[in-house]
T-cell receptor, first 115, second 114 residues
């Protein structure tokens, strides 16, 4: 049963601390996406990778957020330093492309609370 | 301005009834339009993806339509079930020169009552 996995599922931290979220895409998928969802803003795309290379991270605050794919089985999203406004659910999704009819499969999300 | 607007914001229907959710967009150039279902506390699940040339696509009791001329899409749910209670999100992909951009609707929250 192939699915996207994310760890941790929940994270509570204090302002100023570093937060690292991890994602394991579905084996064979070459495109990985990071999303953030809040009640106020809804769902928004932060960054996406194809074949481990970042293609677009324009949705991400560059000063504190960074996204990487050290290998094909792991994507990370790091926030340093974290702020209360970063509190949200962060989703990772993977697929076989972006345009056209390629489907994206979402993970269960990491619920982040920054106090 | 590239926007995706969904209506209604929320909807309550009785089990067994049909309903239709609307999505209007002003995104250009258009690549595709997706409908997602998101249960509370879970990640979105894709229902349909439609490209420019497709005007209807079904997934079980879910049928999406797309009118590329008027830039409107609808999601019709037939014979609703309690498990259809969820948020439904419309997402339009904008095609760029070297990358794509996703424009999200704010979603319709559907509650199906017994």
């Amino acid at each position: 049963d192939a699915r996207v996995t994310q760890t941790p599922r929940h994270k509570v931290t204090e302002m100023g601390q570093e937060v690292t979220m991890r994602c394991q895409p579905i084996l064979g998928h070459n495109t990985v996406f990071w999303y953030r969802q809040t009640m106020m803003q809804g769902l928004e795309l932060l960054a996406y990778f194809r074949n481990r290379a970042p293609l677009d991270d324009s949705g991400m605050p560059k000063d504190r957020f960074s996204a990487e794919m050290p290998d094909a089985t792991l994507a990370t999203l790091k926030i340093q330093p974290s702020e209360p406004r970063d509190s949200a659910v962060y989703f990772c999704a993977s697929g076989l492309g972006f345009g056209g009819g390629h489907e994206q499969f979402f993970g269960p999300g990491t619920r982040l609370t920054v106090l | 301005k590239n926007q995706v607007e969904q209506s209604p914001q929320s909807l309550i229907i009785l089990e067994g009834k049909n309903c239709t959710l609307q999505c209007n967009y002003t995104v250009s150039p258009f690549s595709n339009l997706r409908w997602y279902k998101q249960d509370t506390g879970r990640g979105p699940v894709s229902l349909t993806i439609m490209t420019f040339s497709e005007n209807t696509k079904s997934n079980g009791r879910y049928t999406a339509t797309l009118d590329a001329d008027t830039k409107q899409s609808s999601l019709h749910i037939t014979a609703s079930q309690l498990s259809d209670s969820a948020s439904y999100i419309c997402v339009v992909t904008q095609r760029g020169d070297s990358s794509y951009k996703l424009i999200f609707g704010s979603g319709t929250r559907l509650l199906v009552r017994p």
